[in-house]
């Protein structure tokens, strides 16, 4: 069963607010809000978040956006700009509180599209690659 590299993108993309996870035997992805029509409580909702976590053969979860693949996505796209953006963007990703400060400089320098449409890009060969790393087949 091939599992589809936009949903998993898109799961990837919003993995700050969802934990989503991949289920290897129907290749779909699962994200917790998305509980059984019966999860109406939180102890239901909690219940079934135990159970995807604790069949870990079956049920894969998917690494939050902003913990690794969102820094590696600015200093790509950083790196990819020209000498005098590069000079502006770089230097925030080196200190403190880079996120918020490069997203800011980012709509300063009117490359906020641009950047949104390199993220997607990048969130998609993330997607790709976990597949492959996970030996998952996909279908784009």
Same mark, same amino acid.
């Given at each position: 069963m091939k599992i589809s590299l936009t949903d998993l993108a898109h799961a990837i993309a919003r993995s700050d607010v969802v934990q989503s996870y /991949?289920? $290897?035997?129907e290749g779909r992805v699962i994200a917790l809000p998305d509980a059984p029509a019966d999860a109406e409580d939180d102890a239901a909702a909690f219940d079934y978040a135990m +159970? $995807?976590?604790e069949d870990y053969e079956r049920y894969l979860p998917l690494a939050n956006l902003y913990d690794g693949v969102e820094p590696d996505a600015m200093r790509a796209f950083a790196e990819a700009q020209?000498?005098?953006m590069k000079a502006r963007l770089l230097p925030i990703l080196d200190a403190p509180g880079a996120?918020? %400060?490069? %997203?800011q +400089? /980012? %709509?300063r320098l009117l490359l906020e599209a641009k950047w949104k449409a390199f993220l997607q890009d990048y969130v998609r060969e993330v997607a790709r690659t976990f597949c492959e790393e996970n030996e998952i087949e996909y279908e784009a």
């Open positions: /991949v289920d $290897l035997k +159970q $995807l976590e020209s000498a005098a996120a918020p %400060r490069f %997203r +400089q /980012v %709509r």
